[in-house]
């Protein structure tokens, strides 16, 4: 820390030139980012995927499927409207409803539009199709592709509608913080190069690479807040080195210390990012690889333009001061501690109980993975897909497809037989409502009748193009009509159940149920190791940090009770319905991301509190002035940082996408419970309760040495 200490205050202006010209350049991509950005990350390579372009490409089945629903539209204007579309020549065949009695009902209809598989820039042929229908009423464009825009058109807008609440609040904090107008707007400066430094790294990785939709809103979600909480914590240490030493001095000082506890505090948060790299789905991948990347700028420009900034500054930082520090904030703490320190039984029972109560609707919760009801109920692609559902009753049933290898092929008569006894086989689960194959399509019945009508040559004209359909050399696609809807457990268990059956077949299957039985074993089977890693990792890190086996302990499992709690609360808001919120479920992504990120986060104010508690200890050896000194001192920065947090993260709660409420209104909640009932009550009151515990570990021969021989000569 001492070389980059040196570094900076020596070329100051060059690093801040060598900034502005980075942000410029990321500037420039930046701004192609959401082009770039496609789909809800819900994807991974397993038997599904593998399913699907064995039948799209194999088997020419169509690569995609969108709708256009017809409400209370004539049948006129629904016939020019598919004419209109099939101009564009960018759909491989529509079924009109006109052509399918299934699709059609007197005052709703629905026509199918299939893609080829080497369709490319899907977006481009939603707006396409969109113009080619115009403004005409009733008619609707949904499905995959369709809701995907739209997400990416709402996250944009979710974007500027958290920022627009969010910073001028996370200003009116740091006013507060730091009581001058230049102090307050220095952090916010090196958030916005963060974001956008970011987003001009992630276009570039963009083009090699598939990413999520959502990152557009978790990037900059974390990218201000722990921008502004470094520097936050970085310019507290700096203004306070300045009361007693130069500029150079207090930029070296700061550097090594604050920017020293910057490095710590990203290194915890890139361990519960990290673990999610265990996970393999696209999503897990996205929000690591680009939480990594604004963590890693953030720290950069903290220990690299903050303090150039600083400098170029000078005593400019106390300019328009708004408000002055009051002289006996510590001494209010210090009361606050006190009383805290002189009932730690009752305060301790008191917040585990307010806890308890929290943890409690954790017990229900349910997870889904996000699919329409990401997007608001305004937008008319979520309306016309629901409305269609409703009307035609599309969720009762879900369609899977069975992939089935035979080594010596399907269509001589062993094959064929082979393959009506699959079909048997199939027909018979109760869960089956139909099965589709040569059989079924051409109404024979039986193996011999198959093989008679092949020898009639005009037979085996109209069946040979139906036998192609389903076999190609030795695989044979079954599509299979299940009753039950794709999301449900039972559907789940039946794809799951079958991909492992004995069977004299190699079978695969891919459809709705098998991706999402897939993503969410992905995830159940993954997320305890994961989390093995976060919690394991970060013990080791606070034990060395402080010496002790104790805090790091009480660090982790009053880290864990906060996240149940929150996710209590999560589940009391967003999937029982209140504060003006619909009862719906809880995304599959929210535990893991929230726990993966709040737990590094609360890190930070632990290791920050923890440490100044160490130092006093160090220095007297008093537990209890060492929990008082250490509240006081750091009790206005902590409180400040949390609330820029929350009031960043908390900000997209009054955005559209529902994931990504979640995620925000998730880390808001945690990060409000972290400061407060754990930090101000539950830490001092267990560092009260456990007195020179606290500071114990077995076979210390550092710091504590003395100490831990007159603890051990005292039990």
């Not at 005009?458 to 794709?486: C, K, N, S």
């Not at 004299?504 to 997320?527: C, H, R, Y």
């Not at 220095?619 to 609330?643: C, M, P, Q």
Request: hydrophobic share 50%; net charge negative; aromatic share 10%.
């Amino acid at each position: 820390m001492r070389t980059i200490a040196r570094f900076v205050t020596s070329a100051h202006k060059y690093i801040i030139f060598a900034w502005i010209a980075i942000f410029i350049v990321m500037s420039i991509f930046a701004i192609r980012l959401p082009s770039l950005l496609e789909g809800d990350g819900f994807e991974m390579d397993g038997e599904h995927a593998a399913v699907m372009d064995i039948v799209s490409t194999t088997f020419d089945m169509p690569a995609e499927t969108m709708f256009l629903v017809f409400d209370n539209v004539s049948d006129d204007i629904i016939q020019t409207t598919l004419e209109n579309v099939e101009k564009l020549n960018v759909t491989s065949e529509i079924a009109s409803p006109f052509d399918h009695a299934e699709q059609y009902k007197k005052e709703v209809s629905y026509a199918l539009l299939h893609f080829d598989n080497d369709t490319e820039n899907m977006a481009d042929i939603v707006t396409d199709i969109r113009e080619a229908v115009g403004d005409e009423k009733g008619i609707t464009l949904t499905g995959a592709s369709a809701i995907s825009k739209d997400i990416n058109t709402a996250s944009q807008r979710d974007l500027m509608t958290a920022e627009a609440i969010g910073l001028p609040i996370a200003i009116v904090v740091l006013l507060f913080a730091f009581g001058t107008v230049v102090a307050s707007f220095v952090p916010l400066i090196i958030g916005i190069v963060t974001v956008v430094t970011s987003f001009g790294i992630l276009t570039l990785l963009g083009a090699q690479m598939e990413l999520s939709i959502f990152v557009l809103n978790i990037v900059p979600m974390l990218g201000l807040a722990l921008s502004i909480d470094f520097a936050l914590l970085f310019i507290s240490r700096y203004r306070e080195e300045r009361k007693h030493s130069d500029m150079q001095a207090a930029i070296t000082t700061t550097i090594r210390t604050a920017g020293r506890s910057v490095i710590f505090s990203a290194f915890c948060v890139f361990i519960g990012l990290g673990a999610l790299f265990i996970i393999q789905v696209d999503i897990f991948q996205n929000i690591a690889i680009g939480g990594m990347i604004v963590v890693g700028i953030a720290v950069l420009s903290s220990i690299t333009l903050l303090p150039s900034v600083l400098i170029t500054l000078g005593d400019r930082i106390e300019k328009w001061q708004l408000l002055k520090p009051k002289a006996n904030r510590l001494d209010s703490w210090r009361i606050f501690a006190n009383r805290v320190i002189k009932r730690p039984i009752t305060i301790t029972l008191v917040a585990f109980v307010l806890l308890g109560i929290a943890v409690i609707p954790v017990k229900n919760m349910e997870l889904t993975i996000p699919q329409i009801d990401s997007l608001p109920t305004s937008y008319d692609t979520r309306q016309a897909f629901e409305l269609m559902d409703e009307t035609f009753g599309l969720s009762e049933q879900s369609s899977v497809y069975v992939i089935a290898e035979r080594a010596s092929g399907w269509t001589d008569e062993d094959g064929l037989q082979s393959m009506k006894t699959l079909e048997e086989l199939l027909a018979k689960d109760a869960l089956v409502d139909d099965v589709t194959t040569i059989f079924s399509m051409s109404d024979i019945q039986s193996v011999n009748e198959w093989t008679q009508a092949m020898m009639a040559p005009e037979m085996a004209a109209q069946l040979t193009p139906l036998l192609e359909t389903f076999v190609q050399d030795d695989q044979l696609m079954i599509p299979v009509t299940l009753r039950a809807d794709g999301t449900s457990d039972v559907a789940q268990d039946w794809v799951r159940d079958w991909s492992t059956k004995d069977t004299e077949w190699n079978l695969s299957i891919g459809g709705q149920a098998k991706f999402n039985q897939e993503i969410f074993d992905e995830i159940l089977d993954k997320v305890g190791y994961a989390l093995l890693i976060i919690i394991v990792s970060t013990f080791f890190i606070l034990m060395i940090a402080f010496r002790s086996i104790v805090i790091p302990i009480k660090a982790i499992l009053m880290n864990v009770i906060g996240l149940a709690a929150t996710f209590g609360i999560l589940v009391y808001i967003f999937q029982y319905g209140h504060f003006g919120i619909a009862a719906g479920t809880i995304a599959l992504i929210i535990p893991v991301i929230v726990f993966s990120l709040v737990f590094g986060l609360s890190m930070d104010y632990e290791v920050f509190l923890i440490s100044r508690m160490q130092e006093e200890y160090a220095n007297s050896f008093d537990n209890d002035r060492a929990t008082v000194e250490g509240l006081a001192t750091t009790s206005k920065i902590i409180t400040s940082a949390a609330l820029i947090m929350i009031v960043l993260t908390g900000a997209f709660a009054f955005t559209d996408v529902m994931p990504v409420k979640q995620i925000g209104v998730g880390i808001a909640i945690a990060v409000a419970i972290d400061a407060t009932i754990i930090r101000l009550l539950l830490v001092p009151s267990l560092m009260k309760l456990f007195g020179k515990w606290n500071w114990w570990l077995p076979f210390n021969k550092g710091l504590y040495r003395s100490d831990n021989r007159r603890f051990e000569q005292r039990k």
